[in-house]
């Protein structure tokens, strides 16, 4: 075997060693080169949010609030390193309380921003250099509050009442001619299947409709309550509406049966008087009807009415 043919399992130790020698060397080489380089100062661009605090309460800021700019940033290859991942994921921000006219000129307020900065970092320039503000007054104005909902129920189970957000309704701030084109605010869709048993949740108005409006509060309660019911019926009385020349009315037949759904716990306090149903003799008397249409005007809040039947009645008129 010749020498060219040698490889590193055919090395000696000494030689061995004298290899491994070199690769530390190498390595400790490239670390003492990149302590040097990184220790050097540079000039980075760094992509990050610009953020418009302290907004007066009396007015509002036609534009963003955060504004993307670009940082011409200046420090040494550790700083810049380490601090680039600050900058990304923390807004730098300017205090706009204070300034009267409607630009904001960046390049005054970098002193303020590197204040911002770790230290050693430190701002060369800003583009955009200019920031145009817009603002103009803000009104409160107090809309309804609607829930956008897909609420299904285990088998025999329902509201026992009518849900409740508390509160019903909202308060919004905002520019005049945007506030005024809104006359509710919808919540974010709520989807609950096979309910068997109340909710209590709190649903948080996100999902602004407008960058300019604000709303309060932001956080509202949904209740739904939840009852298991049962099937009944009962047989109510019909009454005659209109017989103001004292007709002998017979009406066929003289009670309907009423089907509902009610909750088990209140099924036994169902009677007959909670019901009022009729039928108007106006319907033959000025409209020519000879069947009556049947209408039930009370029943208890707390029962789901099925089916009437009939819901149309035969009659005969003695005169």
């Not at 609030?65 to 420090?75: A, I, P, Q, R």
């Not at 290859?77 to 990304?88: A, H, K, V």
């Not at 905002?174 to 949740?201: F, N, Q, Y």
């Not at 009454?239 to 004292?246: F, V, Y």
């Amino acid at each position: 075997m010749t020498n060219k043919e040698r490889s590193l399992f055919d090395l000696n130790k000494r030689e061995r060693r004298k290899l491994g020698l070199f690769f530390i060397c190498l390595f400790f080489a490239i670390c003492f080169w990149l302590i040097s380089s990184l220790s050097n100062k540079y000039f980075f661009k760094v992509n990050t949010q610009l953020l418009l605090t302290n907004i007066p309460a009396d007015r509002t800021l036609n534009v963003k609030t955060v504004e993307e700019v670009v940082l011409n940033v200046e420090g040494t290859g550790w700083q810049l390193l380490f601090s680039r991942i600050n900058l990304l994921n923390r807004p730098l921000k300017i205090d706009i309380s204070k300034i009267a006219d409607s630009n904001i000129l960046l390049y005054k307020h970098l002193e303020a921003l590197n204040r911002q900065l770790p230290k050693g970092i430190k701002i060369k320039s800003i583009k955009p250099e200019i920031i145009n503000l817009d603002f103009s007054s803000r009104i409160v104005k107090k809309i309804p509050l609607e829930l956008l909902a897909d609420i299904t129920f285990k088998k025999q189970y329902f509201y026992s009442s009518d849900l409740i957000l508390n509160p019903d309704s909202v308060t919004i701030s905002g520019p005049i001619d945007e506030v005024a084109k809104v006359k509710g605010w919808v919540t974010r869709k709520i989807v609950l299947h096979d309910l068997a048993d109340s909710v209590k949740m709190y649903i948080r108005l996100d999902g602004n409709q407008t960058n300019n409006i604000t709303i309060k509060p932001s956080l509202v309660m949904l209740s739904i309550p939840v009852e298991k019911y049962t099937e009944g019926s009962i047989m109510v009385k019909l009454h005659l509406a209109n017989n103001d020349r004292n007709y002998d009315v017979n009406l066929l037949p003289g009670k309907i049966n009423i089907r509902y759904l009610c909750p088990v716990n209140k099924y036994p306090l169902v009677d007959e008087d909670m019901f009022y149903a009729q039928v108007d003799l106006n319907q033959w008397k000025t409209m020519g009807r000879n069947r009556l249409d049947v209408k039930l005007l009370r029943s208890p809040d707390f029962i789901r009415v099925i089916n009437i039947n009939p819901h149309i009645i035969d009659f005969l008129v003695a005169k």
